[in-house]
């Protein structure tokens, strides 16, 4: 019923129903903003990343196909949203190279927490493929079949890239010292 | 080094994905390889540990700033009967009425309490509650039962007024479309008396005389429809049901 809810919603905001709106954004914008957290590794990225994707989600509210569920196609606008954010920055602290990398330090990680500092940090190093599968299983609690329908992948491409993912993850908090 | 195999099985594992054939293949392994229970104990710990990650919370102000900046499509005009009554008297409401003055499309909430407060009599909406007593006659009606979609539609007179009566509960979301044009009506507003589920403000739209109104749960409704020209009987009014586009239910009512 939630589908059929989302799309009920969905339908009144192409009518310029703003209470429908308002409330597509309060049930989603906690999970999206903690994607993007963990893509991003800094609050104030995710929280613009949050709010682009929102914004093109209901400026394209008409290619928006009810075949699918609503939270996967607003996921996969945030993780491109949060993708393409982080390439911006990345581009930009290479035209800086003063400027301090997002994430690097403990004011801009999400956590300052000394294990979770090293967990976003691993996250960090990982390529956007791997990282992304790795949030959205262990931080969205995604199943397999919910992760290839966000990103558009067959869920055999969704296991093999959790589980080298997970390999990375586990070689990189040993080499920093983190004991597994 | 362990086998690929080997790693794919206790990533499965992990994530509880293991089929009984491929537990039990696990099982030889850890049994047999130290390596592979490292293995297992190390990305498990990693999983747990992922997992276990606080949630993050949003700003406070995201919702408002997402809202400053979103446009939304223009909406239909849309009003309150409630606040309408409350700035008229109840005769006035239903001489409006009576009058085509409320032609504008609109949604018009009409509750039960804030009936208690008019005077039943002088509002034509609330014949959707108490026909009996409304001088209204009851001209045709259609059984729905449908997979998803079941209910009531019964269409009344009342003088030159006729109001199409839904008493629907719908599973899944479902368009309803009335032909107005072809059976010489136009749309004069709708009445919601009783919902549960979507609250359907702006769900609706009339278009090439056709009103469709998005309906979801149970909702029971009036829709009021005025003569468009001179009334040549014999009216024929098309009702058709849709969910997720597909045609689920259509009939005629004759009036």
Redesign the interface.
């Known amino acids: 019923m939630v589908e059929s809810r989302d799309f009920a919603l969905v339908e009144r905001c192409r009518r310029g129903d703003r209470q429908a709106f308002e409330a597509l954004i309060r049930e989603y914008q906690r999970p999206v903003y903690n994607v993007a957290c963990r893509i991003l590794g800094n609050p104030d990225d995710a929280a613009d990343a949050t709010q682009a994707a929102f914004l093109k989600a209901f400026e394209n509210l008409d290619r928006y196909d009810p075949d699918y569920k609503f939270f996967s196609w607003i996921y996969r606008i945030a993780i491109n949203e949060s993708i393409n954010l982080r390439k911006r920055t990345r581009e930009l602290r290479l035209l800086d190279e003063n400027q301090p990398a997002a994430g690097a330090g403990p004011d801009s990680t999400v956590e300052a927490g000394d294990l979770a500092h090293s967990i976003q940090d691993g996250l960090m190093a990982l390529t956007d493929d791997y990282r992304t599968v790795l949030v959205l299983r262990h931080f969205s609690d995604l199943s397999y079949r919910q992760i290839s329908e966000v990103l558009g992948i067959s869920e055999k491409t969704v296991k093999s890239r959790l589980y080298s993912a997970r390999q990375l993850m586990r070689d990189q908090l040993i080499a920093n010292g983190i004991e597994l | 080094m362990l086998e690929q195999q080997t ?2 099985l206790i ?2 594992e ?2 509880g ?1 293991l089929r009984a054939d491929e537990r039990a293949q696990l099982d030889a392994i850890l049994e047999s390889s130290a390596e592979a229970r490292a293995m297992k ?3 498990q ?3 747990n ?3 276990s ?7 406070e102000e ?2 408002e ?3 400053a ?8 005009p849309t009003f309150s009967l409630g606040a309408l009554m409350s700035s008229l008297q109840p005769a006035q409401v239903g001489l409006a009425f009576a009058a085509g003055l409320l032609v504008t499309m609109g949604v018009y909430e009409l509750s039960p309490g804030q009936l208690a407060d008019v005077d039943p009599a002088s509002v034509v909406g609330t014949m959707v509650l108490n026909p009996d007593v409304q001088n209204v006659n009851q001209a045709d009606s259609l059984t729905i039962s449908e997979p998803g979609v079941a209910g009531t539609v019964t269409l009344s007179a009342a003088g030159k007024l006729q109001v199409l009566s839904f008493d629907l509960q719908s ?3 479902a368009e309803i479309s009335i032909s107005l044009s072809e059976a010489g009506l136009s749309f004069g507003g709708i009445a919601r008396v009783a919902a549960s589920g ?1 609250a ?4 609706y ?1 009339v278009s090439g005389g056709t009103l469709r109104v ?1 309906n ?1 749960g149970h909702q029971a409704f009036s829709v009021f429809l005025l003569e468009a020209g001179v009334d040549a009987g014999g009216r024929e009014i098309s009702i058709g049901i849709s969910t ?1 586009g597909a045609p689920v239910f259509s009939g005629v009512l004759r009036g």
């Open positions: 790693l794919e990533n499965a992990i994530d994905a104990a190390e990305l710990k990693l999983a540990l992922m997992d990650m606080p949630e993050q919370t949003p700003p995201l919702t700033q997402i809202l900046r979103v446009r939304l499509p223009k909406r239909h599973a899944d979301t979507l359907a403000d702006g769900s739209e998005i979801q997720h």
